[in-house]
């Protein structure tokens, strides 16, 4: 097998390091960083560290994996002072609806004037 074929997504690379990117949290589990291109003043990106492609894809066995992601954006909201001004979580499903990075992951966007988002 030629392994210069092997393709390996974004956040998969990020996640063995071979990609740089400013790492908020991490564990054996998941994955916190900053959003490249950020769309409010506070952007980060949740992730689990096993490479599942989307939500449309996720397997019942492992729903928990969202409320790891879930509970963490709350947890790191409140650990960074910005839980009392009020925050969006996003979850882009699939590449109709936005998804470009095939791997699950949660936006948790904070500080932007949110009353101009369509929803
Ligand atoms: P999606 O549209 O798939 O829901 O969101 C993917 C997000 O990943 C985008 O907001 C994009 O800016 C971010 N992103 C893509 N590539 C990289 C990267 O290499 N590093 C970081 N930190 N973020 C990335
Ligand atoms: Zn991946």
Same mark, same amino acid.
């Given at each position: 097998?030629? &392994?210069? &074929?092997?393709?390996?997504?974004? &956040? ?11 790492? *908020?949290? %991490?564990? %054996? +589990?998941?994955? *916190? ?5 950020? +769309?409010?003043?506070? @952007?980060?990106?949740? &992730?689990?560290?096993?490479?599942? %492609? =989307?939500?449309?894809? #996720? ?11 879930? !509970?963490?954006? +709350? =947890? ?13 979580? *996003? ?11 095939? @791997? #699950? @992951? #949660? @936006?948790?966007? =904070?500080?932007?004037?949110?009353? +101009? !988002?369509?929803?």
């Amino acid at each position: 097998m030629n &392994f210069d &074929f092997y393709y390996m997504c974004v &956040f998969c690379q990020i996640i063995k390091k071979q990609i740089n990117s400013e790492i *908020v949290y %991490e564990d %054996e +589990k998941m994955m *916190v960083i900053k959003d490249i291109n950020p +769309k409010a003043p506070v @952007h980060l990106l949740l &992730f689990p560290k096993r490479h599942i %492609e =989307s939500l449309v894809t #996720l397997r019942l066995k492992d729903r928990l994996l969202i409320e790891g992601l879930i !509970w963490k954006a +709350k =947890s790191l909201a409140e650990e960074q002072g910005f839980a009392s001004n009020g925050y969006k979580l *996003v979850l882009n499903c699939g590449q109709g609806a936005g998804q470009v990075v095939p @791997h #699950l @992951h #949660l @936006h948790l966007l =904070s500080g932007a004037d949110f009353s +101009k !988002w369509p929803v």
